[in-house]
Nanobody, 125 residues
């Protein structure tokens, strides 16, 4: 599986962006797709995740209510709609895929098997 993230850019605080993650290769129903981010000088952190089948979604507390993760199975694509952006959301955003969903592993970097290249999101104040 290869993942291609896109949609990053420069936006003012309070603005919105939508990130996309296009997957090539077969995505099975057991997969979970996630978004992570890494700000300069900080560790990579979990942002959101969605199971490839069903309605389960997961969010970091810092983005809950502002970000929405969704998927389009027909297009093999996962989206991250980011609203009410803040300067502290500035980071490189990465999409990732985990072949086997576990509730305990959703937020853990080490659970994910495939990673895309990052896309830069910069929020100006």
């Amino acid at each position: 599986v290869q993942l291609q993230a896109s949609g990053g850019g420069l936006v003012q605080a309070g603005g919105s962006l939508r990130l996309s993650c296009a997957a090539s290769g077969r995505i099975f129903s057991s997969y979970i797709m996630g978004w992570f981010r890494q700000a300069p000088g900080k560790e990579r952190e979990f942002v959101a995740a969605i199971r490839w089948s069903g309605d389960s979604t997961y969010y970091a507390d810092s983005v809950k209510g502002r970000f929405t993760i969704s998927r389009d199975n027909a297009k093999n694509t996962v989206y991250l709609q980011m609203n009410s952006l803040k300067p502290e959301d500035t980071a490189v955003y990465y999409c990732a895929a985990d072949r086997t969903f576990t509730a305990q592993g959703v937020r853990l970097i080490r659970s994910y098997d495939y990673w895309g290249q990052g896309t830069q999101v910069t929020v100006s104040s």
